[in-house]
């Protein structure tokens, strides 16, 4: 594993070093290139800042450091059978993912219709931005109706009632008033006195936020089902006359939602489980994306296209390659990623940055437009169609990845 | 006869055993920054000089690869005076000066792709390779130390650089002169560490002087990877402040 991390900061034709050869001093890694092996290697052992508790400096051979891993790993081992880790600590084990479902505004706008909304020259959206059409809520759908209908699929697959839920947890980032989504998602869903709502922020990143937050619920003993949802309806705020047409074009309506509750010996195939999950802000490109409304309720928007685009899809490819550091498992093993789609021409850039097949990213962006943290979880949603019911050994992990405003990010691995 | 150039002293910075240097070559209106460059090496193994001091050095222009276009062959160099720190930091606001992240290189930053959050300037797009900003926050890191520090700062933009690695030499040994009796390594870094939160925390925080100069490191290889690093910090450290930690 120490030489795996190496490998990730040497060019491609460098021979690895001798087990006792000083990185450093060899002149074979520079200070950066020391501190991205020692991270790699905390990260692959999810123990951040392993190195700063050691009483001697950082390792810089790789006998050295295999030697610290092998000792972390010793004391892990001695942990674990002393007391479970939180996931597997509740009654009946992890909890997964039982049911899943989505809904999306009604009514298709084609792009040509919508660069005339905002007065775009022709083939912006389309050929620039890659978007076909955008779903669109009808007069009568709204955030909590389109969160209505995604959760009632997601408890039908799931097989479970409404009164079963111990949580609802949502996020999204149109609806502004109160009641909030949750609370409405409550009512609407006619979940009992003794099922709790939380409210998630995040943005495009909410859904995985509240996935985290789920995951991390089930520590309480009590709890045996939780129901998550997303829902945005960004066109009546995102309007001609309120935000340009390059930005406000791009987005479309919907909703998602997944059920988690308790796994168990009977479940064939296993549920996706949050195996693992990472995440953070980074602040340096917070300036890209800006949004908040104004005294008069008008929406102020400072909007660096090109910048956002491009911290977006650095940030993914990193978020995807710390997932693989975290997990173990191979961006070539996973089945499908559940990728946060601002537009499809990112989406393909995406792709052919970080090598990743076309045939497991399922498209979101291109017929429904960006569906804020909706994308990730009607991506999600499709790839749980395809693989949920697979039997364990026919199909693989599941990476999902998003970035917001922030810049925030967030990723999860599912196996 | 040679013409000499004075330049101010405004970064001493740790560079592998030697040091970088960095002056203020007084312009028409305001100042830039010039970086004079031993003859055989890209550092100095020994500057007798401090920030602050106006120093008058023989340079000479030499084919800079991008974008480290401040450097000069230099000699002969002598002390003419010095400066206060708040005359330093004046100059500095009137040389090369940033409001936002792009605005420090005249180009995008860009994550590190190999882990962690430094983050790098492409060589090929960097204007220049050293500029002050005013910033809002700073917090130091000794998870790495010794012998790395890293610092994250909060420009006023609101945008942050999450982990600088920190070459200021000043800084570097305010941290060895107070841990350089501790033995243990992860003592030194606790050491540091809480010294570093608290008491160099306060004097930052009420400072009215907050204000850093960031530099780009040479591309190693062929990545042309221009890693950010924190030049200088404002307010300077002042070695007094070691006896608040007893």
Redesign the interface.
């Known amino acids: 594993m120490v030489e795996q991390c190496l490998q990730t900061v040497l060019p491609p034709e460098a021979l690895l070093p001798g087990e006792d050869e000083d990185w450093i001093k060899t002149g074979l890694l520079d200070s950066m290139a020391h501190v991205d092996v020692l991270l790699c290697i905390e990260t692959r052992l999810a123990s951040p800042g392993l190195f700063s508790r050691m009483s001697d400096g950082p390792p810089t051979t790789t006998r050295a450091a295999a030697q610290i891993v092998r000792n972390f790993r010793q004391s892990l081992e001695v942990e674990t059978e002393a007391s479970p880790s939180p996931n597997e600590s509740g009654p009946d084990g992890r909890c997964g993912i039982a049911g899943w479902g989505f809904a999306l505004g009604s009514a298709r706008v084609a792009s040509g219709k919508i660069e005339e909304e905002f007065d775009l020259p022709k083939g912006t959206l389309k050929d620039r931005a890659g978007i076909d059409s955008v779903c669109r809520a009808s007069a009568s759908e709204c955030e909590i109706s389109l969160a209505t209908a995604a959760a009632q699929q997601a408890l039908e697959v799931a097989g479970v009632s409404a009164q079963d839920l111990d949580w609802i947890v949502t996020t999204t980032e149109t609806l502004l008033g109160f009641p909030s989504l949750a609370a409405s998602l409550h009512s609407t869903l006619l979940a009992t006195s003794a099922c709790r709502v939380l409210d998630i922020g995040g943005a495009c990143v909410g859904l995985l936020n509240c996935f985290v937050t789920a995951n991390a619920l089930f520590s309480d003993r009590a709890v045996s089902c939780i129901a998550i949802a997303s829902a945005d309806v960004h066109s009546r705020l995102l309007s001609p006359g309120k935000v340009p047409g390059e930005f406000g074009g791009l987005f479309g309506d919907g909703a998602s939602a997944f059920v988690l509750r308790r796994t168990n010996e009977k479940d064939d195939p296993p549920l996706y489980s949050v195996r693992a999950s990472i995440g953070s802000c980074s602040g340096t490109f917070s300036s890209v994306l800006r949004v908040r409304p104004d005294a008069n309720a008008a929406i102020v928007l400072d909007f660096d296209g090109q910048a956002l685009a491009r911290a977006a899809v650095e940030r993914i490819e990193r978020i995807v390659s710390d997932l693989e550091r975290s997990s173990g498992v191979k961006r070539e093993a996973v089945s499908a990623f559940a990728l946060h789609q601002p537009n499809p021409r990112l989406v393909a850039t995406l792709l052919r940055r970080a090598k990743l097949r076309a045939d497991r990213v399922p498209l979101v962006a291109k017929n429904c437009g960006n569906l804020g943290s909706s994308t990730c979880g009607v991506a999600l949603s499709t790839a749980l169609d395809v693989h949920a019911r697979k039997p364990r050994g026919e199909r693989g992990p599941i990476f999902a990845a998003s970035v917001g405003p922030g810049l925030l990010w967030t990723g999860i691995v599912l196996t | 006869m040679r013409r000499t150039t004075e330049l101010l002293v405004s970064e001493i910075t740790v560079m592998g055993a030697g040091f970088c240097v960095i002056g203020l070559e007084r312009l028409p209106a305001g100042f830039r920054s010039l970086r004079p460059i031993p003859r055989n090496s890209f550092s100095w193994t020994k500057f007798s000089h401090q920030r602050g001091d106006r120093v008058a050095f023989e340079l000479s222009f030499m084919s800079a690869l991008r974008p480290h276009g401040e450097d000069r062959r230099a000699g002969n160099f002598q002390l003419l005076g010095s400066v206060s720190e708040a005359q330093l930091l004046e100059c500095l606001k009137r040389a090369e000066l940033a409001g936002?992240?792009?605005d420090l290189f005249g180009c995008?930053?860009?994550?590190?792709?190999?882990?962690?959050?430094?983050?790098y300037a492409d060589c090929k797009e960097a204007q220049r390779s050293i500029c002050g900003c005013e910033i809002a926050a700073v917090s130091f890191s000794?998870?790495?130390y010794?012998?790395?520090i890293?610092a994250a700062v909060?420009l006023k933009?609101?945008?942050?650089?999450?982990s600088l690695?920190v070459v200021d030499a000043g800084w570097i040994g305010v941290a060895n002169d107070l841990t350089s009796h501790i033995q243990?390594?992860?003592k030194r870094?606790l050491e540091a560490q809480h010294f570093f939160d608290s008491v160099i925390q306060k004097r930052i925080i009420s400072s009215n002087h907050r204000f850093a100069r960031i530099g780009l490191?040479r591309p190693?290889?062929?990545e042309g990877?221009c890693?950010l690093m924190l030049d200088t910090l404002f307010p300077l450290p002042n070695p007094a402040w070691l006896n608040e930690a007893k």
């Open positions: 936002s992240v792009k995008a930053v860009h994550p590190s792709p190999r882990g962690g959050e430094a983050v000794f998870r790495f010794p012998p790395k890293r909060a933009s609101g945008e942050t650089l999450e690695p243990d390594d992860r870094r490191a190693k290889n062929d990877f890693w």
